[in-house]
């Protein structure tokens, strides 16, 4: 469990940028959140005016794991109001040469742009600015700046200071030393293609869940999570119809919801202990994921909560999320990763898809013992006990608990 110091400098960032899916759609603003162990406060954004256009989603993605909680005698109570949000909001837009080459060392990264039949007279006319999770490099030609790559969002953060380039024949080398040089980096930035392929070092194995209100959300963002990782997709609603020999609304008709819940709870039971897999959960108010006593297996994988909103702007869509997040009774408070979707189309599928593991990449590089943890609860019997796990032969039904 790492320190609080270690956690309270994490920076995380806001940030616009193309989906690289076939598409070609741009999403909205994303935001994230890395939280720490102190009292509750809500904290100061300070936030660039928008435009939006409601025809499209807007997310706004929310990491939300407490690094230690208080023990409590039941595992179906969750402790909300001990949590503290760091944030970092800069708004940005992302743009790039795809002509480039690149190459990932142990502590660097390398960068290579061709200059081609480029006019210009020295390196004095060119320019390249790196600072934190940016890039920029432009040259100087014919009396006018032409940029030939800009980013301002890395695959993950370097340190500016120690940037080094250089001409080499008709190629510009850029250096950049990384913050973490045991991340891996698949790319020079971050894409849908670059959080797949780097997502696989991070996870370690770890199943995804995806919960939220809509079934069809849920199912359809996890299918194209699953292909993007190379992970199984499954499915509690056809899993259950499979098993039941009936559709779902029939079967509640004929049974009741709590039932379908606890159905469901099983099914989430035995799908626990599975590895590499994005599971997509039933919507509304029928699923297990609704109701907080049924939380104790979806611990054992990274939980999203896909949340729509009717929020025109990304600050109510955050002061809608810091409301819940303070009342404490919505189950779907549990889940790690917070995406906030505004309308739906099933265009933006990747979309929402990219915003979700972009979110839990930053939530596990805050601690990369987390998927080491889950582990550790799968193993030990998934009890309830998340994220304070106690030592084996703890009883989540007795009356006090174990000393840790």
Not at 336 to 350: H, L, M, N
Not at 356 to 377: N, T
Request: hydrophobic residues 40%.
């Amino acid at each position: 469990m790492p320190k609080l110091s270690s956690i309270s400098s994490i920076w995380l960032s806001k940030y616009r940028y193309k989906d690289m899916a076939a598409t070609g759609a741009v999403p909205r603003v994303i935001t994230l959140f890395a939280l720490s162990q102190k009292p509750m406060k809500i904290p100061q954004f300070s936030i660039q005016t928008l435009s939006l256009s409601t025809s499209k989603p807007i997310f706004t993605s929310l990491t939300n794991f407490s690094l230690s909680c208080p023990r409590f005698k039941s595992y179906n109570v969750s402790p909300f109001s001990t949590y503290y949000r760091l944030s970092c909001n800069s708004i940005s837009a992302f743009t790039t040469n795809s002509n480039y080459e690149f190459f990932d060392g142990s502590s660097e990264v390398e960068l290579s742009l061709p200059l081609g039949s480029q006019d210009f007279q020295s390196s004095r006319d060119i320019f390249v600015d790196a600072d934190g999770t940016s890039l920029i490099v432009r040259i100087q030609r014919s009396g006018s700046l032409a940029t030939l790559i800009e980013t301002n969002h890395l695959f993950e953060k370097v340190k500016p200071a120690e940037t080094i380039w250089f001409i080499d024949d008709d190629q510009l080398v850029i250096n950049l030393k990384k913050q973490d040089p045991d991340l891996k980096w698949p790319d020079i930035v971050e894409s849908w293609e670059s959080l797949t392929a780097g997502a696989m070092q991070l996870l370690k194995g770890t199943s995804i869940y995806i919960v939220g209100s809509s079934t069809e959300i849920n199912q359809k963002v996890a299918r194209e999570l699953a292909v993007g990782l190379g992970y199984t997709p499954l499915d509690t609603q056809e899993l259950l119809e499979t098993f039941l020999k009936q559709k779902i609304d029939s079967w509640v008709l004929a049974v009741g919801s709590d039932c379908l819940a606890e159905a469901e709870g099983a099914i989430l039971e035995s799908l626990s202990s599975h590895v590499r897999a994005v599971v997509s959960t039933l919507g509304g108010k029928h699923g297990a994921a609704k109701k907080a006593d049924k939380w104790r297996h979806l611990y054992a994988g990274f939980t999203v909560l896909l949340s729509q909103t009717e929020a025109v702007d990304e600050d109510l869509a955050k002061e809608e999320t810091r409301r819940y997040i303070q009342d404490g009774s919505l189950a779907y408070m549990n889940a790690d990763v917070i995406v906030k979707v505004q309308g739906w189309d099933a265009e933006y599928v990747k979309s929402v898809a990219q915003a979700s593991l972009s979110a839990l990449k930053q939530l596990i590089l805050s601690d990369k013992k987390l998927p080491g943890k889950k582990s550790l609860y799968i193993r030990l019997g998934c009890r309830g006990d998340w994220p304070n796990i106690k030592p084996p032969g703890w009883d989540p039904s007795a009356q006090g608990d174990a000393t840790s």
